[in-house]
Every structure is written in C-alpha cells, then in structure tokens.
C-alpha cells in the first residue's frame, strides 16, 4: 500500500512539473530591449560615377589631305567664330597626298582602336573605323588650292589639338576640339540591373572627387538607348548605358574631364515609420512581424515593410508608431511575460 501511495505522489509530482514549468516561463519576465519607432522622409537612390564635359563639343576637319604649316591656336585658347585655327600647305604630289591619307587613317585607327579597349568608343567613332581601315587605298581628292586657312566654325575653348607643325592631317580625322565650357553635364555609366529605375527628369545630387565639399544637383537628361561592354578586353559580360546628367549650380569651377560620384532619387516617400532592422522577424510562412509590449506582455503584430534605408526598415502597416517594440525578438512568444529595458534609439 505504501509503495502505490508513493508511485501516485511521484506521478503526481511529475505532472504537476510539466503543467506548472509552461506557466511559470509565460509568467516570468523575460528582460528585453525596446525601441520607439522614428519618422522620417526616405528615398531609395541609385549611385553610379562619372565624369564631366561639356555640353557642346564641335570637331573640326580638314577639308583634305595637307601638311600642318602653322597653328595659331594651342589647348586651352579661347577663340571666336571664325578665327583662325591653322595654316594648311596642300601638296599636288599625288604620291605624298596619298602617303599623308593613309598615315591618317593609320594614326585614326589606332586611336579608334584604343578608345574602344579603354570603353569609351562613342557611337558615331565606331561609324568611322570602317572607313578607317580603307583609308589608305583610298585615291586622295583633288586640292581645291595649295594653302589654307582653317577657321573656327563657333566659339569655344580648344579641348585637344590633335597635331603639330609639319605633321599630315586627314578629312578622315579631326584637327581640333572645340568646346563651350559655359555650360557642362555630367556622363555617368548605370548597370543594367539598375538601368530600369533610371528615367529623363529625374532628380541628381553629384559630389566632385576634386571638391569633395561642393554638392552639385541636376536631373537625368538622356538614357543612351544602348548599352556596352566596359571595354573589347572585358570577359565579364557585363554591361553598362550611359545616363546624361544637367547641372543646375554654377559650373565655373568645373573643368571637363572630373570625376563624379552620382546619386539619382529613384524613390521617395515623406513622414515613414522607421525600425531598426532587427526588429522585424519572420514566422514558418515568410511572413514578417514584430513583437511589441503590451501591458507587460509581448504582443505578436504582423506588419509590411518597404524601403530599407541603412540599418532600418520602412513599416508600410501593422502600427501606427505608438508601440514600443522589442528589438531581436527571437523566441519570444506572444502573451510572454516581458520587462522592458529601454534604450534610446536615434535614427541614422
């Protein structure tokens, strides 16, 4: 009799264990940290770099075949419309003029060839490598006279001087590069896994790598409706577009040819609820949630979330910013005991 009395105590005791421990875990607080959420406008943007010139460039061409007898201008001179560039000596050696169109076509072609290695072969420089490469079997026009005067057909400072004194050019290669730096835009290359989210009129800010304190802002001119390999060398498959930028600041400091960092506004959204990321879990089904403390009690409150702007997350629904929310919920279970243990939480 004894030994049933002492068998029913410890079935008794067991059980008592098993019923009791689940109520004494769900009834003592856990200790756990929480945070209020943050309001804030947000925007999601896309960062690419660049480099500025100028909005308006003009090359200049020999009419023909000549020998370079005297420039008048050097890099960086500023000239007016129909100023003089260079004197050209025409020769009616038929042998020489040949000579001289097919060194031309040489010099475009390895040119051509080396801005295509480098990926910054642009459109219409691709249209002349074809005609490049028969440049030299080509018959040299006649001289309309043995000596010319090149002028400037607009204003603008010389960018490039493509050759020296006693040097051969070529119609088939620029002489000079004229540019109106008054007024300069930005050149950038976008991914194409980004490319999608970047449209005409959308809003830049643009940080130069050589004024690093100067914020430039302008918006998405043009998208090229191709893109391109980086360079002929790269194995990566990869591709980019080029995406031209305005500038709306004054660009008398910018010079052609600087390095840009930009970041284009793809999506904004003003007065957002903000969480640190870590607040947000998800449950067996992927759907994602927080818990929240509610009269000493963790409340499990399914939400939405949106952008993420550094290390937090955008609460699209689910709370109204009232609540205060368990950082890292883990295991926590709804209707769990909970004591708080604030700590502040800034916004980034």
């Keep these: 009799m004894r030994g049933f009395l002492c068998l029913a105590f410890t079935i008794l005791l067991v059980l008592g264990m098993f019923w009791v421990s689940p109520y004494r875990a769900m009834n ?4 756990v940290e929480t945070v209020g959420c943050e309001r804030a406008d947000i925007f999601n943007a896309v960062t690419m770099s660049g480099k500025t010139e100028s909005a308006s460039e ?3 061409y020999a009419p023909s075949a000549a020998w370079v007898e005297k420039l008048y201008v050097s890099q960086g001179t500023e000239v007016k419309k129909g100023e003089a560039l260079a004197l050209l000596q025409v020769t009616e050696d038929p042998e020489k003029l040949r000579q001289a169109t097919r060194e031309a076509g040489e010099k475009m072609l390895e040119s051509l060839l080396q801005d295509a290695q480098d990926g910054s072969l ?5 249209a002349l490598l074809s005609r490049a490469v028969g440049a030299g079997m080509e018959e040299p026009p006649e001289p309309a006279q043995e000596e010319y005067i090149l002028y400037a ?3 603008g400072t010389v960018m490039d001087v493509f050759f020296s004194e006693g040097e051969t050019v070529s119609p088939l290669l620029p002489c000079f ?5 008054s007024q300069m835009v930005v050149k950038a290359q976008v991914g194409e896994e980004n490319l999608p989210q970047i449209q005409p009129g959308m809003f830049a800010e643009m940080t130069l790598t050589a004024f690093p304190d100067t914020r430039l802002t302008g918006k998405v001119q043009s998208v090229a409706p191709y893109a391109k390999a980086a360079s002929l060398l790269d194995q990566s498959g990869g591709v980019s577009t080029d995406v031209i930028f305005s500038i709306s600041n004054d660009v008398a400091d910018v010079k052609p040819g600087y390095t840009v960092s930009v970041k284009v506004r793809t999506e904004s959204r003003e007065d957002t609820l903000l969480l ?6 998800q449950d067996e089904q992927n759907r994602e949630y927080v818990m929240v403390v509610q009269e000493g009690r963790a409340k499990k409150m399914p939400v939405e ?3 993420e702007v550094g290390e937090q997350v955008e609460i699209t629904a689910g709370l109204t910013g009232e609540e205060r929310v368990i950082r890292a919920p883990g295991s926590l279970k709804g209707g769990q005991a909970v004591a708080e ?3 502040a939480y800034e916004l980034g």
């Excluded at 642009?122 to 691709?126: A, K, M, V």
């Design 28 to 31: 003592q607080a856990e200790t």
């Design 58 to 60: 003009t090359k200049v």
């Design 122 to 126: 642009e459109e219409d420089s691709q």
């Design 153 to 155: 057909p607009c204003g």
């Design 177 to 181: 590069t004229l540019a109106d730096l």
């Design 276 to 281: 640190p990321y870590p607040c947000v879990a």
């Design 305 to 307: 979330t949106g952008l």
């Design 341 to 343: 243990e604030e700590e």
